[in-house]
């Protein structure tokens, strides 16, 4: 593993749910359906992407992101990266260390170069993971635990990698059903307790280990569909998610969630939802 150093900018992420103070997206200016790479992209494929509304969801998003106390940084999208949008894979931060991918993919190899462009230009400090593919949207943080999902997109030569980088961590490999892509669109940590979960993804063996450390919010699988599990935790119980996800809602607020609901239903016909879209550089 390789780092770049420049004159240090701060970093810091150690869980899932502190709140977001600075965060890295993209507009989605060129996002469009190419390679089908998962059953969302395939049930859209034919009417494919309206960027134009896309953009103004987006918009709205960060707009929603900054009204809650959140610094956005924004990527210049490029023409030939129809996935860009999806900044959570390109890049991921634990604890101080922030971490530049190996995307796995071809339609999404060249992203990595321009996150470290924006990287630099704000004098952060990054490692590399050339060589080793794996994908943010595969790696969840939870203080002194990292959950890493064993898929298509991310090896296990990469986790071991990590595991020798990060030897304070505990790197826990979670493999699940690879035609979901990454594991955050069938785990996603809300708090130190709690946790939204789509265990026909899962081992019936992970989902007890996963369930003996969190209270487990299960969703069903049309709000699976509709990436119910990829929403967007910003800190103080407020969670980022799609209004037409009504019982994952509901559930939300039944556990004391203040759910900020935006239209995503564009982005999502890619595969990706809040939690997708957002590189978290800074929590705490």
């Not at 943010?136 to 997109?153: E, L, M, P, Q």
């Not at 505990?170 to 708090?191: A, G, M, Q, R, T």
């Not at 130190?192 to 989902?207: C, Q, R, T, Y």
Request: glycine share 6%; proline share 5%; net charge negative.
């Amino acid at each position: 593993m390789t780092s770049t150093m420049k004159e240090s900018g701060s970093a810091g992420c150690r869980s899932e749910y502190d709140p977001l103070k600075r965060v890295i997206l993209c507009p989605p200016r060129y996002m469009k359906i190419t390679d089908v790479i998962n059953d969302v992209q395939k049930k859209y494929a034919a009417e494919n992407i309206n960027t134009q509304r896309a953009m103004k969801q987006h918009a709205a998003f960060v707009k929603a992101l900054q009204e809650q106390g959140t610094e956005t940084i924004l990527l210049e999208p490029q023409p030939d990266m129809p996935e860009q949008v999806f900044t959570r894979d390109i890049g991921f931060t634990i604890g101080s260390e922030v971490f530049v991918s190996e995307m796995a993919c071809m339609v999404r190899k060249g992203e990595e170069q321009e996150l470290q462009k924006k990287l630099q230009e704000e004098n952060m400090i990054y490692h590399n993971m050339a060589g080793k593919p794996v994908e943010g949207g595969d790696v969840i943080v939870d203080r002194g635990t990292v959950f890493i999902g064993v898929s298509s997109r991310t090896g296990k030569e990469a986790i071991r990698k990590l595991q020798n980088e990060l030897p304070n961590y505990e790197i826990i490999p979670v493999p699940f059903d690879e035609k979901y892509l990454h594991l955050d669109c069938v785990f996603n940590i809300l708090s130190e307790e709690e946790a939204l979960i789509f265990p026909e993804a899962l081992s019936k063996e992970m989902v007890q280990l996963l369930a003996a450390r969190y209270r487990l919010i299960r969703v069903n699988p049309k709000e699976q569909f509709s990436l119910g599990t990829n929403v967007l935790s910003i800190g103080s119980k407020r969670v980022f998610s799609l209004p037409q996800n009504q019982e994952v809602n509901a559930r939300l607020r039944q556990h004391g969630y203040q759910v900020i609901e935006v239209d995503f239903s564009e982005i999502i016909k890619s595969g990706g939802s809040f939690r997708c879209c957002t590189m978290p550089i800074i929590r705490g």
